[in-house]
């Protein structure tokens, strides 16, 4: 009975007159906090970099989120990026009466391509950040980012995500423990879990600290800001963590059409591409003495719990070609795990990964089917 009313609380709040009427209150809300919003060109600069490619259905909230945002001292890059729906005109139609609003449009060629054209287009600011196109900023976000960043003098922040579905809005479950409560000068040795916090957006960036290591997104493929965010962790030394709700990220139910791009191989491969790369980057940190080898050992067990656990459920439906890759990579980023790690690993399908890695597609598919009851 109570999974029913759970089941149905859900469904309430997915769609329907509930979160219609919560995102009407929320579309006053937003648009008065922005009539009220004061300039002072004084204070801190912040930019933030909005890639757009064809969310018409979600564009205009969240670009009334970063708009109503009260930090008097804000522009808004956004970046066109080919968009084939209505997404071009809707940017045109906020940029004519937004003035902090700068608009860029370009070829489509991808969401790191897009975030790169943003980040040339900027001539002046203190702190940068990111945002996508389908998500929204909570009221205040951006203060509590800079006013934190101003007192530590650190340079990254990063706030708590929250994920929503309608109005359902819930933790996101994987980074969740990081931000039990608000830490100042945090470090990777006392937080290794942060480097499965690697999104671009939920997070402040000092611009000269940006410029500095001269960060760049790479471009054409997919999971393009985990390496490079993975890079920022280590190369900041310290930073702060903002234990409230700072962004908010929608789950899209795409049904069919996101199940099937798990079975793509280069999906797979951009996935094992970027978490290859924060491997190495991870021993490399070791070797030189910045972290503790337990960094890297922390990190072997996210890969087995999280970036070998999402692809693992596919096996049975991807090609011959889908699991190799799975099976090459996994030997090669996860043999150096001992039974302690494979055991404090979690995850559903950790005995698929190790039957992968270790016998045939044949025996691998066994191994599931008996998970997966």
């Not at 005109?89 to 449009?105: K, Q």
């Not at 900041?236 to 899209?252: C, E, N, P």
């Not at 889908?322 to 099976?327: I, N």
Request: proline letters at 3%; a negative charge; glycine letters at 6%.
């Amino acid at each position: 009975m109570r999974s029913q009313l759970v089941s149905i609380a859900r469904k309430m709040l997915a769609s329907g007159p509930i979160p219609d009427i919560k995102y009407a209150v929320l579309r006053v809300v937003w648009k008065l906090s922005f009539q009220a919003r004061q300039t002072d060109e004084t204070a801190p600069k912040v930019t933030v970099i909005l890639p757009v490619y064809n969310v018409e259905d979600f564009l205009s909230d969240c670009l009334l989120s970063i708009r109503a945002q009260r930090w008097p001292n804000l522009e808004i890059i956004a970046v066109n990026d080919g968009s084939t729906d209505s997404s071009l005109e809707i940017l045109e139609e906020f940029a004519a009466n937004t003035p902090n609003l700068r608009l860029i449009s370009k070829l489509n060629a991808g969401l790191g391509a897009a975030r790169n054209t943003g980040l040339d287009a900027i001539e002046a600011t203190d702190y940068v950040m990111f945002a996508d196109s389908d998500d929204l900023l909570p009221i205040g976000s951006i203060e509590r980012f800079v006013r934190q960043a101003e007192a530590s003098g650190n340079r990254l922040v990063v706030g708590k995500t929250a994920c929503f579905y309608g109005a359902r809005y819930f933790d996101r479950a994987s980074s969740a423990a990081l931000f039990e409560r608000d830490t100042e000068s945090a470090t990777v040795d006392e937080f290794p879990e942060v480097l499965g916090d690697v999104t671009a957006w939920n997070k402040l960036f000092d611009w000269s600290f940006w410029q500095k290591y001269g960060f760049r997104f790479p471009e054409g493929v997919a999971y393009e800001d985990m390496a490079l965010i993975a890079s920022a962790y280590l190369a900041a030394g310290q930073f702060d963590l903002i234990s409230s709700r700072s962004y908010f990220w929608r789950v899209r139910a795409e049904g069919q059409s996101l199940s099937q791009r798990k079975t793509e191989v280069k999906s797979l491969k951009d996935r094992l591409h970027a978490i290859t790369l924060i491997d190495k980057y991870v021993r490399a940190a070791v070797a030189k003495g910045m972290v503790q080898p337990e960094v890297h050992t922390a990190y072997l067990r996210h890969m087995i719990s999280l970036d070998f656990e999402l692809f693992a459920p596919e096996l049975a439906r991807a090609s011959e070609e889908f699991f190799e890759a799975f099976k090459s990579s996994a030997n090669e980023l996860l043999s150096e795990a001992s039974g302690e790690d494979w055991a404090a690993s979690t995850g559903k399908y950790r005995k698929v990964v190790w039957a992968a890695m270790h016998g045939s597609r044949e025996q691998t598919l066994k191994v599931l089917g008996e998970v997966s009851k």
